[in-house]
């Protein structure tokens, strides 16, 4: 079984390279975030067409929003909404073999500072939920998977400089030391770092900023995969499909890959 996680910056701008992935790579499971989109103007038959028929889509006008696009069939088409908001940033659902929570946590604004910064407060906060809930409501013994745009790289190797992006959102000791609780609530296993050293590069995002994003290489690890310990036997591979970042109207994210022996 291949799984994808993306962030796909408008979903209905982008609905034509979602298919280039699904016809290339042809994963059974696709989840996007920041759809950016109302739920009456998914394009369910688009992707339907191409055989994705089971869609769980949660999203609103103009920012956020999540889906779960299956060819396979699953159950509890759930969302949950978190810190009080309504705002489409994670959905669930149940297949035959596992749970999948599919989450965009917010980006959490220009200044790490939740004093001054409501949507840095945002972050801290939905990540403290969300350790909070996988502790509560999941049963560690029951296969899951948790994926999505989680908007922070953890490692030193997950950003291009250590060094220059400590005070910046998205390498912060304060949201790196979160992500790290979120990560033992159920003794995830980041199935990037599963398959890859930790003293390589790797990468999932490149600002437009960047004319050419493959000279510069300031990237990035801010989308992630990751499953519970009992299907960590199962993982076959880790893929990054950099080559959706040179496609016409591209996201800034790539699609990330796992493939599970399932």
Not at 166 to 182: A, I
Request: net charge negative; charged share 30%; hydrophobic share 35%.
């Amino acid at each position: 079984m291949k799984i994808v996680t993306w962030n796909i910056n408008s979903v209905r701008l982008r609905a034509p390279i979602v298919l280039d992935v699904m016809k290339k790579w042809s994963p059974d499971i696709v989840c996007l975030q920041e759809t950016k989109t109302p739920d009456e103007f998914f394009p369910f038959e688009t992707f339907r067409e191409a055989g994705y028929e089971h869609i769980h889509a949660h999203g609103m006008k103009g920012y956020n929003g999540v889906a779960i696009i299956a060819k396979h069939p699953f159950s509890d088409h759930l969302v949950h909404h978190r810190c009080g908001r309504e705002d489409c940033r994670h959905v669930a659902a149940s297949f035959k073999d596992f749970d999948l929570h599919n989450l965009y946590i917010p980006a959490g604004g220009d200044e790490p500072d939740p004093v001054i910064n409501d949507k840095f407060k945002h972050k801290l906060d939905f990540l403290e939920e969300m350790t909070g809930f996988f502790k509560a409501e999941c049963d560690p013994k029951k296969p899951a998977i948790v994926l999505g745009d989680f908007n922070i790289a953890p490692y030193e190797n997950d950003v291009w400089s250590h060094k220059q992006l400590l005070k910046v959102v998205s390498h912060t000791p304060p949201e790196t030391e979160r992500l790290s609780d979120m990560l033992d609530s159920l003794d995830w296993v980041d199935t990037a770092r599963h398959f890859i050293d930790m003293e390589e590069k790797a990468y999932t995002w490149w600002s437009y900023r960047n004319r050419d994003w493959r000279k510069s290489n300031r990237g990035r690890r801010l989308d992630h995969i990751w499953v519970t310990q009992s299907l960590k036997p199962k993982l076959k591979s880790y893929k990054t499909l950099e080559e959706a970042r040179d496609w016409e109207k591209p996201s800034d994210h790539i699609p990330v890959m796992i493939e599970l022996d399932i």
